[in-house]
C-alpha cells in the first residue's frame, strides 16, 4: 500500500511536469511529428521514472554532497503522509483504503464509459454502408454527423458535402489513418482512465488530439490543397464531438487550427528547447530518489518488521547483586521476558507508525515490584530509529518501598546491547567522573548496626565556619551520616537527625542554616532553607531560575533547591555551553 501511494504522486508529478514542459516550450512550435512522439513517448516514460532510484550512483559520486542538489526537495510518502486508522464499533476504517476504494472506482467509471464508446461505435458500424478508397475503409451513413476516423474506417454523409468537400475530407482522415493516429487518441483515453482524477492529464489528452489535427491539416495543405478554402470548410461542419475514441475533422478549436496554418515555419533552432529536457528530467530523478542519501529535509520510512531492542540488567539496589529469575512484562505488546543468572534480560518491541508508549513492569519474589513508564518517537522515521532503536535501561529492585531505581540510556556501538558492555556500564553509571554517571538514582544504604549510646541520645554535630565535614571527619549518631566527596560544607550549625545524607550524589534537605557552600564541581542534588551559597571558580554553567547567571556572582543568600547534570546531559539540553557540566539553582 506505501508503495502503490508513492508511487502514484511520483506518476502524477511526472505527467504534470510532461504537460508543463510542452505547454511552455513546445506547443507553439511548428515540429507537429516530433510533438507528437514527445507527447507520446514521454507519457509512457512518465509510468517508469518513479521506479529508477538513482540514489546509490549518486551517493558514490558524491552527487548529493552538492548544494544544487540538496535544494531539490525528496518527494516521499512516508510517517508524514500517513492516514489514520480508527475504530468504530469494531471495524477498522483505514485513510488509504479509502483512497484506493475511490482512485479504483473512479478508473471503472472511465473504463465503462470508454466501453460504452466502443458500444456505441459498433452500433453506428452495423447501420453504415461500406465503400472502398486507397486502402480506406469507407462508411457512409444517412444521418446528421461530423466527418470522423478511427483506425482505418472513415465515417461521412455524402449528403452534407459536395464532391470537392469530400475529396478534401477523405485526404485529411486519410491521414490520420495512414499514421496510426488512433494509437495515440486511445493511449490519451487509457491515462485518463488511470490517472483520472490528475487534472493535467486531461489537459494532455487535449494537446494530443490537437496536435494530430495540426498534422493532418499541414499534410493536406502540402498536397496542395487551398488553404483558404480547406478553412471555410472547417467552419461549414462545426459541430460537437460525438466520439472520443475516434479522429473528428473538425475537432479542436478551430481559431487555433487555423492560426497554426498561417503560422511561419518554426527553424531549427528552436530544436535546442528540446535541451531542457535533460535538466528536467534530472530534477525529476533527484525529486524521487531514495531519502536514506541523510539530507536534513529527508524522512526515510522504517520497516515494519524492524524492532526496538531494549536490554539491560535487574539487581539489588542495595549491593548490585545481580537477580536471576527477574520478570521483565510489557503489558502493550504482552511480552514477558526472564533475566538469567547474570541479571541480563534483552526486551524487542515491535512498533507501528505512530510514537511507541509502553509499560515495564520489573517483579521479584522478596522485592517490591518496580514499575516504568516509557514514551518514546516515532520509530518510522529513519532519525529517531538510529538514535534510540537499541537502548540501555537497569533496574535496581529494593526490599522496602522507594528503595528501587531505573535508569536509561542509549546503547554505543554495532554490539551495545551485548551482556559485557550493558555490565561494564553499570559501573559508569554510580561514577561521578563518568559521562555516562546518572545523577537520579538514589541508592539506599545499607543497613549498619548504631552504637547503643547513640541509638539513645542522637549527636549533635557543629562545625566552626570557615571548616569541612567529610567521611573521616564526621559519623553522626541517630541514623544520620554526612560524607562530602561532591561538595564541601561549612555551616555554623547542622544537627543529626537533620536529613543530611551525601553520598556520591549530595542530598541536602531542611538545613537551617547552612552558610558557605562550594562546589568543587561534583553532582549536587540539595533542598536547602535560608542557606548562604558560595559558587566559587566553578567550570560549570551556572543556571539560575532557568536563565544563565551573569558572570561576576559569586553568592547567593535565601531559599534553594540545587541540581547539577553531568557533561553529557549538559551538553544535551544547553549545547556547547554545557559541556563541562551544568548546576541548575531554583529559588524557593
Known amino acids: 500500500m506505501e508503495f502503490l501511494t508513492v508511487y502514484i504522486i511520483k506518476l502524477s508529478v511526472s505527467l504534470t511536469v510532461v ?15 516530433l510533438n507528437r512522439w514527445y507527447l507520446l513517448g514521454y507519457t509512457v ?15 558514490s559520486s558524491g552527487l548529493l554532497q552538492q548544494g544544487l542538489v540538496q535544494w531539490v526537495p525528496v518527494l516521499h510518502s512516508s510517517g508524514n503522509t500517513a492516514t489514520d486508522a480508527r475504530a468504530v464499533d469494531g471495524h477498522v476504517f483505514d485513510g488509504k483504503i479509502i483512497v484506493t476504494i475511490i482512485l479504483a472506482a473512479g478508473m471503472l467509471f472511465m473504463l465503462a464509459r470508454a466501453v460504452i464508446q466502443l458500444l456505441s461505435f459498433k452500433k453506428l458500424l452495423q447501420k453504415a454502408v461500406p465503400l472502398q478508397h486507397d486502402g480506406l475503409h469507407i462508411y457512409t451513413i444517412n444521418s446528421n454527423i461530423i466527418p470522423f476516423s478511427f483506425g482505418n474506417a472513415v465515417f461521412i454523409n455524402p449528403g452534407l458535402h459536395t464532391a470537392a468537400e469530400l475529396q478534401e475530407i477523405i485526404q485529411h482522415e486519410l491521414v490520420h489513418a495512414k499514421q496510426r493516429h488512433s494509437i495515440d487518441i486511445i493511449w490519451a483515453e487509457l491515462l485518463c482512465v488511470l490517472n483520472w482524477y490528475n487534472p493535467f492529464v486531461w489537459l494532455i489528452k487535449k494537446c494530443i488530439r490537437q496536435n494530430l489535427e495540426f498534422i493532418a491539416d499541414n499534410t493536406v495543405l502540402q498536397n496542395g490543397i487551398d488553404k483558404k478554402a480547406y478553412q471555410y470548410l472547417l467552419l461549414k461542419v462545426a459541430g460537437n464531438n460525438q466520439y472520443s475514441l475516434a ?9 487555433k487550427r487555423i492560426a497554426m496554418m498561417n503560422k511561419t ?28 542519501s541523510g539530507a536534513a529535509n529527508t524522512v526515510t520510512v522504517v520497516t515494519a518488521e524492524k524492532k526496538v531492542s531494549v536490554a539491560g540488567l535487574v539487581v539489588d539496589s542495595r549491593t548490585l547483586a545481580p537477580l536471576e529469575g527477574a520478570t521483565i512484562f510489557c503489558k502493550e505488546k504482552n511480552i514477558t521476558v526472564t533475566t538469567d543468572a547474570r541479571g541480563y534480560y534483552l ?32 520509530f518510522y522515521l529513519e532519525g529517531i530509529y538510529k538514535a534510540y532503536s537499541k537502548s540501555i535501561e537497569y533496574f535496581g529492585l529494593g526490599k522496602k518501598k522507594d528503595e528501587g531505581f531505573s535508569s536509561l540510556h542509549t546503547a554505543k556501538g554495532a554490539e551495545g546491547l551485548v551482556y559485557q558492555q550493558v555490565a561494564e556500564r553499570l559501573k559508569k553509571i554510580f561514577d561521578s567522573n563518568s559521562p555516562d554517571f546518572d545523577g537520579t538514582i538514589k541508592r539506599p544504604k545499607a543497613a549498619t548496626t548504631p552504637a547503643p549510646a547513640a541509638a539513645a541520645t542522637p549527636t549533635a554535630v557543629t562545625a566552626a565556619a ?23 560544607i561549612t555551616a555554623t550549625g547542622i544537627s543529626s537527625g537533620s536529613g543530611l545524607t551525601t553520598a556520591g550524589q549530595t542530598n541536602v534537605a531542611t538545613v537551617a542554616p547552612v552558610n558557605g557552600l562550594s562546589s568543587t564541581g561534583g553532582p549536587v542534588n540539595i533542598a536547602l532553607d535560608k542557606a548562604d551559597i558560595t559558587l566559587g571558580d566553578l567550570k560549570r554553567l551556572v543556571i539560575l531560575d532557568g536563565k544563565e547567571l551573569p558572570a561576576g556572582i559569586k553568592t547567593l543568600n535565601g531559599s534553594f533547591k540545587l541540581n547539577t547534570l553531568s ?6 539540553k544547553y549545547g556547547d555551553k554545557g559541556k563541562n557540566g551544568v548546576v541548575e539553582i531554583t529559588t524557593q
Not at 19 to 33: A, D, G, S
Not at 247 to 255: D, R
Not at 567 to 572: C, H, I, V
Open 45 to 59: 516514460l512518465c509510468f517508469f521514472i518513479p521506479l529508477i532510484n538513482i540514489t546509490p550512483v549518486a551517493e
Open 466 to 488: 570557615g571548616s569541612s565535614l567529610s567521611t573521616d571527619a564526621v559519623s553522626a549518631g541517630g541514623g544520620s551520616s554526612i560524607a562530602t566527596d561532591a561538595v564541601n
Open 567 to 572: 557533561s553529557e546531559e549538559g551538553k544535551k
Open 247 to 255: 479522429n473528428q475533422f473538425n475537432f479542436s478549436s478551430l481559431k
Open 19 to 33: 504537460f508543463l514542459f510542452y505547454w511552455c516550450l513546445l506547443r507553439r512550435l511548428t515540429f507537429y511529428i
Open 265 to 292: 515555419k518554426s527553424t531549427k533552432t528552436q530544436l535546442l528547447r528540446l535541451l531542457f529536457l535533460l535538466p528536467a528530467t534530472a530534477v525529476l530523478l533527484l525529486a524521487f530518489r531514495s531519502a536514506r
Open 347 to 378: 526486551l524487542q518491541l515491535p512498533f507501528e507508525n505512530e510514537e511507541l508508549r509502553f509499560t515495564m513492569l520489573v517483579t521479584k519474589e522478596g522485592y517490591e515490584p518496580w514499575l516504568q513508564t516509557e514514551h518514546w518517537g516515532n
